[in-house]
Every structure is written in structure tokens, then in C-alpha cells.
């Protein structure tokens, strides 16, 4: 088998390998800390991951389609700059929308504080947000953009045809959205809610905020806290099976996809709003963008302002930012450079087999980053020892770890679970490398690395940079990865957000988590110019 072909094999198993990990881990005999696991704590993980994703799935689902809808088929004052708006939050990353929303409406927080001294009451019926109800919120506004950006698709290709033949029928504009348009876009919006559910089964900061417990928080605290890195395994186990029953299921939708018919004519053809309809639209946007994005970031900057003046320290702060920037970029090129490879494969090499281990080598971004995290330490530690055993036994040579502890085993497991992030974008340049285009080269005196580095690697520019700044702003906001297998000492921007946040000092984490916010700009203008 040539080197080309064999590419897509190795990140093939490089994925699998972690994975089996986990999954094997359930055959080791459970301990004394599995037990008491059973005993106290997993009945109540079980209950509070089922009603988290429930809840969340009905919130996105609401927020996504709504606004996909209003946006998609109706014509307003603002109606092009929301459309791309409302996709700001997905800047936002859901652990930075937490903090700051403890920070805004808990007790002690500006919001309450204004009221009692305003309406001289003990606000006692204000709503508690330090609960389910709080992570829920928060998770819906940090994930619509999910259902929102599916749901507009879908929308936008039915037009006001839907609602024309739905009045043909004898329904009003709702009848005619829930009976006609919603079922047309269901596969959309149901493979957006699969996105919701992964990221809300993943997601391990918001979570620790608000001190949740979810499988993720169990999986960190029995590695960190109890020292136990088998019932981690073992409960990482459990969450990466429910994984892969949610990976399926969003297959089997998206294979559904072409249920809804995808004519381009009506995209212009929209319902004109009028008086009281106009502001209701405008109010109900104004309202989501305005929790989800434009209060949090006004709310970073004054606490940023307050930090920056009182005891910023600029050295500290620099060295997250090197170290955030210094991991990125390492990541950003790795992976890129690996997914260009094994496209490229792909390419000499079209069979089902390479198709197949591209495909396996990509599943990698469903995992949450608590498992990967276990599933790459696990047998890299292993390695470690039996090469530290077989050196000091063979060569009388010591040596201390030689990945464990390193920014290798982190650029490992961003490797496993960031594949995907690029792949699109290189694969989708790689499309236009027609074999004309080849043939023309080669006619031109042009062949093997000549026509690469003078006619691919042109072509491919924009979609590697696009991959690559996609892959750096997603391990810049990466936290359960880093936050598991970093060198000691060495703290990025989102592990600082976490120490600050873990121990109430939302100011302290503003800078770091405004500087996310404006890197997580850059892929939503990146989009926003492709659609354009």
C-alpha cells in the first residue's frame, strides 16, 4: 500500500484507538469508587444529562425556528442585517454566556441590586438562575444559531409557496406553518437539534459554572478529584455510547434532507409585514439578540474596563495569550496539513475502503472533550511507562515522561476531535482541482510536486486559510481538553476563564473571555462573506 493511500488508515485508527479505549474500560472490574458512583451520583447525573438535553432541545428548537422562520419568509425593516446577526451568539462560547449571565441576575448581581434599591423589596419573587431552569436558558441562547441556520435553509427554499398552498387549502398563515411548511422542514430542523444535543452532551463549562452535575463534571471530578482515572474511563464510556446513538439518528436525518424541495426560485418572494406585525417581529429578535450576544459582550467590556484599571496584570495576561496563540496555531497547522493529506488521498485513491476511513477519521468532533481527553491519556500514559521501563532496562538510560504532560498529548487529542472543523472547507477546494486541470499542467511540462506546489496549492489557498482559522478559533475556546492534559503551570485564556469563574471572580475572567468572543468573530464573517 503507497504512503498516500495509507494516510486516511492511520487517522482512521488514531480516532478509533481512544475510542476503544473507553469502551473496553467497561469490561475492567468495577472498584470501590465505581460503587459508590452507582450509589450516589450516577441516578442523579442520569437525571439531571436527561433533563438538560430535553431541556435545551425544546428551547433551541423554539428560538431556531422561530427566528428562521420570521427571518426566512417574512420582509421587515432590518430584515437583511438580522439575518446575519442572529448568528453573533455562536461567537459566544456557552461557558463565557454563563458566567456573565450569573454575574448580571444572580443575588448579588447589578440587575437585582437595582431593583431592591429601586422598588425597596427583597425580590423575593424574582427567579432563581442557579438551576436546571439557568443552564437550560443559557444553553438555548448559546446553541439556537444551530436549529437557526438549518431551519433558515429549509425556509428559504419553500418561500411563501408553502403558506400559498396551504391557503389553496383553506389554512391561515399558523395552520399553514405548522401543518405545511414546519413538517417540509423537519429534517433541517431535526438535524440542527442532533448539533444541539452533541454540544450540550459535551459541554463541560457552562455546566461547571453553574456547578450542574452532567456525566462531563462527574468525568473530570473522578480523574481530578477522586483520583480515579478507571471511573472516569468507565463513565466516559457510558456517555460516548449515548454519543454514537445520536450520531446515528442525525445520519439517518440528514439522509432525509431531500424531502424538502430545494428550487431557489421563491428566495425573493417574501410576506411584507405591517404595522403592529413589523414590531412585534423586530421586538421578538431585538429581545433574543440582545440576551444572547449584545448584553454579554456589554457586560464583558465593563468588567474588562473595571479589571484593565484596578490590578491587570499585562504579563500574566500575555502569557495566556501566547500560550492560547502559540497551541492554535501548532493545531491549526497539524491538522490542516493532516486532513489536506488525506483528501488528497482520497483524490489518487476513490474507493469505498479510503472513503470509509475519511469518514471514521472525521466522527472525532462528536466525542466531548472529556472522553477524548481520557481516551488519548490513557494509552499514551501506558506507552510512556513500558518506554521508560524498556530504556531503563535494556540501555540503563532514565528518563522521565516523554508525551505525558506535554503540549504533544494535547495537539493529539485536538487532532482526533478538530479533523472534522477543516475538512469541509479543504475538501470543498479540493473539488475544483479537476483532472482537466491536470491534464492542462502536464501538458504544460508540469508534473508531480511541480504541479502541486504551482497549480493545487493556488487553488487551495482560500479553503486552507478558511480551515485553518476555523481549526484556530474552535482550540482557542476548547476548555475540557485543555484543562485535562496540559503541562502543569501552563494556562491558556479558557483555563484562566475557568480558575476565575470556578471561584466567582467574573471580572477576573472578562479580558480573557472578550478576547474569545472577538476570535470567535472571525469564522461568522468568514461565512457571512462565502454566502454573500
Not at 258 to 284: D, P
Not at 337 to 362: C, K
Not at 382 to 407: M, R
Request: charged share 10%; hydrophobic share 55%.
Amino acid at each position: 500500500m503507497s504512503v498516500w493511500r495509507l494516510i486516511p488508515f492511520l487517522a482512521a485508527i488514531l480516532v478509533l484507538a481512544p475510542i476503544g479505549v473507553i469502551i473496553s474500560s467497561l469490561l475492567a472490574p468495577a472498584g470501590d469508587i465505581w460503587q459508590h458512583l452507582i450509589a450516589t451520583s450516577l441516578p442523579l447525573l442520569l437525571h439531571n444529562t436527561f433533563w438538560l438535553a430535553c431541556g435545551v432541545i425544546a428551547g433551541t428548537a423554539i428560538l431556531g425556528t422561530s427566528l428562521a422562520w420570521i427571518t426566512a419568509v417574512y420582509d421587515f425593516p432590518g430584515r437583511g442585517f438580522f439575518s446575519w446577526a442572529l448568528l453573533l451568539p455562536m461567537a459566544m462560547p456557552a461557558y463565557v454566556t454563563a458566567f456573565v449571565a450569573l454575574g448580571l441576575f444572580d443575588f448579588t448581581g447589578p440587575i437585582q441590586t437595582t431593583l431592591r434599591n429601586t422598588l425597596d423589596s427583597d425580590l423575593s419573587w424574582f427567579p432563581e438562575i442557579r438551576n436546571r431552569m439557568g443552564v437550560i436558558i443559557v444553553m438555548s441562547l448559546a446553541f439556537y444559531p444551530y436549529v437557526y441556520l438549518l431551519a433558515r435553509n429549509a425556509f428559504l427554499t419553500q418561500g411563501k409557496r408553502s403558506l400559498e398552498v396551504a391557503q389553496s387549502l383553506g389554512l391561515n398563515r399558523i395552520q399553514g406553518f405548522f401543518r405545511v411548511a414546519l413538517p417540509m422542514a423537519r429534517p433541517w430542523i431535526a438535524g440542527g437539534l442532533m448539533l444541539v444535543l452533541m454540544e450540550t452532551l459535551a459541554d463541560f463549562g457552562t455546566v461547571a459554572i453553574f456547578n450542574y452535575n452532567t456525566f462531563t463534571t462527574a468525568i473530570y471530578k473522578a480523574w481530578f478529584n477522586m483520583f480515579s482515572l478507571q471511573a472516569a474511563s468507565q463513565l466516559a464510556s457510558l456517555l460516548i455510547i449515548v454519543v454514537f446513538i445520536v450520531i446515528v439518528i442525525e445520519q439517518r436525518l440528514r439522509l432525509r434532507m431531500r424531502y424538502a424541495e430545494t428550487k431557489v426560485s421563491g428566495r425573493a418572494q417574501r410576506i411584507q409585514l405591517i404595522g403592529w406585525q413589523n414590531v412585534f417581529a423586530i421586538g421578538f429578535i431585538i429581545c433574543i439578540l440582545t440576551l444572547a450576544f449584545v448584553l454579554p459582550v456589554a457586560q464583558l467590556a465593563l468588567w474588562s474596563i473595571e479589571a484593565f484599571s484596578q490590578d491587570f496584570d499585562s504579563a500574566r495576561y500575555l502569557g495566556f495569550l501566547s500560550h492560547s496563540v502559540l497551541l492554535s496555531s501548532l493545531a491549526a497547522v497539524l491538522i490542516c496539513s493532516v486532513v489536506t493529506l488525506m483528501i488528497y488521498s482520497v483524490r489518487r485513491y476513490p474507493d469505498i475502503a479510503t472513503r470509509n476511513a475519511v469518514r471514521i477519521a472525521t466522527i472525532g468532533y462528536a466525542l466531548p472533550g472529556t472522553v477524548l481527553a481520557i481516551g488519548v491519556y490513557v494509552p499514551l500514559t501506558w506507552l510512556d511507562g513500558k518506554l521508560s521501563t524498556g530504556l531503563a532496562h535494556w540501555f540503563q538510560i532514565e528518563i522521565g515522561p516523554i508525551v505525558q504532560g506535554t503540549i504533544a498529548l494535547m495537539l493529539i487529542a485536538y487532532l482526533i476531535r478538530f479533523m472534522a472543523v477543516s475538512h469541509y472547507a479543504i475538501d470543498s477546494a479540493m473539488r475544483r482541482i479537476t483532472t482537466s486541470i491536470d491534464e492542462a499542467a502536464m501538458s504544460l511540462g508540469l508534473n508531480g510536486w511541480s504541479i502541486i506546489g504551482r497549480v493545487h496549492i493556488p487553488i487551495l489557498k482560500s479553503g486552507l486559510f478558511t480551515a485553518m482559522t476555523l481549526v484556530f478559533v474552535d482550540v482557542m475556546k476548547e476548555m475540557p481538553i485543555t484543562l485535562m492534559t496540559r503541562p502543569f503551570g501552563w494556562d491558556t485564556l479558557a483555563v484562566r476563564i475557568y480558575e476565575m469563574t470556578s471561584e466567582g471572580q467574573w471580572e477576573q475572567a472578562a479580558i480573557p473571555a472578550l478576547t474569545l468572543v472577538l476570535a470567535g468573530l472571525i469564522p461568522i464573517f468568514l461565512f457571512m462573506r462565502q454566502t454573500e
